[in-house]
């Protein structure tokens, strides 16, 4: 897209008659420049004119993106509370329907299972349909799951519940992949990574709830009756959640904002447009970088879906009867990594170092593996809870680090379609982890199980080292910061010759050129297209 003669990318501004039609530059001093955090250059001037004339900037950041992040936040919560509201009660679950323990596994492994299949669809659909329809179609099937695992709570109707948590598994399909999307759809460049590592704490918040209150609601005991009158009031408040979610959604949510909010987002869009779906996944799927990512990632976060679903078996064989304290040690699991997935977003938007961050959270969740392992020996519940916070800390901070890392590999491919193959990457590794593991622990006990759980992740940390940061929406970001700054040059050439050799500005001493573009002058350019000053917002 050209440059229009007002300096900015876009159509020109409607015609004024208090202008006269004239658009053309006027007089800029050093005091009468203004940047915007979205990287457009402007004078003071030309902003009143925009103003007077009611045309807004390309680019531009909504106050509403939290009310979409907010939304969207919920129902991952929701869904992640169903995820593993079976597994961490799995004696009580395994007595009640009277199945075998694997049974019960596969109520947490039937999200993974679903997901594979499905995530490939699920992502054109994403791509192609946009935010609002995956959000109504997840918050809908998330209600209707809920709701028919409430009709199951019967001792006899172990298929049903089965058949709602599948339904269910269907949701996690479209939300999983939803946080990137989100981040990249409605934030700015300075928010993405924050905002997808809040996208992520709602899903970890939902896990988090899942391991207290189903120990509360449903406890052991030899009564059926007594049992099922637990499992229906757990499943009835969560039907009535979801319901009231997706109402919420319907009402509430929104496709886009009116304009891309980043302009790494608006030229994504214009390089994505007319590309295929099986163009974008083979661009993926050829990209050495992400591969590698797509390994470590699935090695990680699938021994994380592992430790999640077999808490409860890996727990108990050491301390009988600890069913609450389960629940406890995997509310600290959940939280201190929720605390990881912001500290690690806000990490990233404040120093952009992505390849570093990846290798050192991964090697201290090796580390945190390993001291998992023997701390379960120790006779001492609290230690192991320790540990488990520190384990929580920086695996499940990996989930939006992973994400973001993509994100910058693969530009100018989807978000949500390198997130969904991360996603379908952990599931394919976390339904043979939790299968391998969980035999293990019933035949050698929950030693020998970590320590697989532990090699594993030991073989991750070595292919994180090996990927390279090849960065390419950071680069992409400075390019068009140095078009924008090259031609904002030329429109201004002789004040930008006054502020070249003016020391005070540059912090030295530069010399200028009136007859042609000079490299110091552009380098200014790009240095003030980097300020951190805030983008004005919507009120």
């Given at each position: 897209m050209e440059p229009t003669p007002n300096g900015l990318y876009g159509a020109p501004p409607p015609e004024n008659p208090s202008t006269n039609g004239d658009y053309r530059p006027r007089p800029t001093t050093p005091d009468n420049i203004t940047v915007v955090k979205s990287g457009v250059v402007q004078t003071k001037d030309e902003m009143a004119r925009r103003e007077e004339n009611s045309w807004d900037p390309v680019v531009r950041v909504y106050n509403r993106r939290w009310v979409m992040l907010l939304l969207f936040c919920l129902v991952s919560m929701s869904n992640a509370f169903q995820w593993i509201q079976y597994s961490v009660v799995s004696n009580v679950v395994k007595d009640f329907y009277d199945v075998s323990q694997m049974a019960v596994d596969w109520f947490s492994m039937v999200y993974m299972l679903t997901y594979i299949p499905l995530i490939l669809p699920g992502t054109w659909l994403l791509d192609h349909s946009g935010l609002r329809l995956i959000g109504v179609l997840a918050a809908s099937l998330n209600c209707a799951g809920a709701w028919l695992k409430y009709t199951g709570a019967r001792p006899d109707l172990f298929p049903v519940a089965m058949g709602g948590q599948a339904v269910a598994a269907v949701a996690q399909v479209f939300i999983l992949g939803m946080p990137a999307h989100v981040a990249a759809t409605w934030f700015g460049a300075e928010q993405v990574s924050t905002a997808c590592a809040i996208g992520v704490f709602g899903n970890q918040f939902g896990v988090a709830i899942g391991f207290v209150i189903p120990p509360l609601i449903v406890k052991p005991h030899e009564d059926d009756e007594v049992v099922e009158k637990g499992m229906k009031t757990m499943f009835l408040i969560t039907a009535l959640v979801t319901t009231f979610l997706l109402i919420l959604i319907l009402l509430f949510y929104k496709e886009r904002p009116p304009r891309p909010p980043s302009r790494a987002q608006l030229e994504g869009q214009r390089e994505k447009e007319g590309k295929s779906f099986?163009?974008?996944?083979?661009?993926?799927?050829?990209?050495?970088?992400?591969?590698?990512?797509?390994?470590?990632?699935?090695?990680?976060?699938?021994?994380?879906?592992?430790?999640?679903?077999?808490?409860?078996?890996?727990?108990?064989?050491?301390?009988?009867?600890?069913?609450?304290?389960?629940?406890?040690?995997?509310?600290?699991?959940?939280?201190?990594?929720?605390?990881?997935?912001?500290?690690?977003?806000?990490?990233?938007?404040?120093?952009?170092?992505?390849?570093?961050?990846?290798?050192?959270?991964?090697?201290?969740?090796?580390?945190?593996?390993?001291?998992?392992?023997?701390?379960?020996?120790?006779?001492?519940?609290?230690?192991?809870?320790?540990?488990?916070?520190?384990?929580?800390?920086?695996?499940?901070?990996?989930?939006?680090?992973?994400?973001?890392?993509?994100?910058?590999?693969?530009?100018?491919?989807?978000?949500?379609?390198?997130?969904?193959?991360?996603?379908?990457?952990?599931?394919?590794?976390?339904?043979?982890?939790?299968?391998?593991?969980?035999?293990?622990?019933?035949?050698?006990?929950?030693?020998?199980?970590?320590?697989?759980?532990?090699?594993?992740?030991?073989?991750?940390?070595?292919?994180?080292?090996?990927?390279?940061?090849?960065?390419?929406?950071?680069?992409?970001?400075?390019?068009?910061?140095?078009?924008?700054?090259?031609?904002?040059?030329?429109?201004?050439?002789?004040?930008?010759?006054?502020?070249?050799?003016?020391?005070?500005?540059?912090?030295?001493?530069?010399?200028?050129?009136?007859?042609?573009?000079?490299?110091?002058?552009?380098?200014?350019?790009?240095?003030?297209?980097?300020?951190?000053?805030?983008?004005?917002?919507?009120?």
């Open positions: 099986l163009d974008s996944i083979w661009a993926l799927t050829t990209n050495f970088n992400f591969v590698l990512l797509l390994i470590s990632y699935g090695i990680n976060v699938g021994s994380y879906y592992a430790i999640g679903t077999l808490l409860n078996q890996i727990v108990l064989s050491e301390y009988p009867d600890a069913e609450v304290e389960v629940g406890i040690i995997g509310l600290t699991l959940v939280l201190s990594g929720i605390m990881g997935s912001v500290v690690t977003g806000l990490w990233l938007d404040k120093t952009r170092i992505y390849r570093g961050t990846c290798i050192t959270v991964y090697i201290l969740s090796l580390t945190g593996m390993a001291l998992f392992t023997g701390s379960m020996s120790l006779n001492q519940l609290w230690i192991v809870g320790a540990v488990a916070a520190f384990l929580g800390f920086f695996m499940t901070g990996y989930l939006p680090l992973g994400f973001e890392f993509a994100a910058e590999l693969t530009y100018p491919e989807s978000e949500g379609t390198s997130s969904g193959l991360l996603n379908a990457s952990a599931q394919a590794f976390g339904i043979p982890f939790t299968i391998l593991v969980g035999m293990v622990i019933s035949n050698q006990g929950a030693l020998y199980g970590n320590l697989i759980l532990t090699g594993s992740l030991f073989i991750g940390s070595i292919i994180t080292a090996c990927i390279k940061a090849d960065l390419r929406r950071q680069r992409a970001e400075r390019n068009e910061g140095r078009e924008l700054a090259s031609f904002f040059w030329r429109k201004h050439e002789a004040e930008y010759d006054k502020l070249n050799n003016d020391g005070s500005e540059t912090g030295g001493e530069n010399s200028g050129s009136s007859g042609h573009p000079n490299e110091s002058c552009v380098e200014l350019d790009v240095k003030v297209l980097q300020r951190q000053i805030p983008n004005e917002e919507d009120e």
